[in-house]
């Protein structure tokens, strides 16, 4: 598979914004581990092999266990995420998948016990910044495997 275009190169004025919209969900209300597992289900659901490879491994960069990882796909059924996580999880799948979702109340009202308006805000953004991008790299068919993480891990 071979790269389709550039928008770096071709559309640059939206491509920084899209970049200006990352430098605001790096130090958003939502703690960057659960930004980045968000970005990887995203990317799961819409089957965007690029941003899998990069979130992927963002979150080894900051620590996060392979089990967890791999069983992202099936968190429903995994006792690996928190209930703060889950309801990410969840708000993150209902707004992905909004045309068929429409978002129910339920998910929304669980989201809040975790969430304060701010940080639900903050994490619908995070979660419709990586649906575009997805949409963005899946169109432009960008190459998975390249990318180097740049963020060093969380000492705990």
């Not at 970049?19 to 958003?28: I, K, P, Q, T, V």
């Not at 059924?77 to 979702?101: I, K, N």
């Not at 639900?120 to 910044?129: E, K, P, S």
């Amino acid at each position: 598979m071979s790269a389709r275009f550039r928008y770096d190169t071709h559309t640059p004025g939206p491509y920084d914004a899209m970049g200006a919209l990352e430098n605001y969900l790096a130090s958003c209300a939502i703690e960057p581990p659960l930004v980045h597992l968000v970005k990887l289900r995203a990317s799961q659901l819409n089957g965007c092999a690029y941003c899998i490879d990069m979130h992927w491994k963002d979150l080894r960069a900051l620590g996060e266990s392979e089990q967890r990882l791999y069983g992202l796909d099936a968190w429903h059924e995994s006792p690996y995420y928190s209930p703060r996580e889950r309801a990410a999880l969840a708000w993150t799948e209902a707004v992905t998948l909004v045309a068929s979702s429409r978002v129910p109340d339920q998910v929304y009202l669980d989201a809040r016990e975790h969430f304060d308006e701010r940080a639900l805000a903050d994490l619908t953004l995070v979660v419709a910044t990586i649906n575009a991008w997805n949409r963005l790299s899946i169109a432009a068919r960008d190459v998975p495997g390249r990318y180097r993480s740049h963020l060093a891990a969380v000492s705990a």
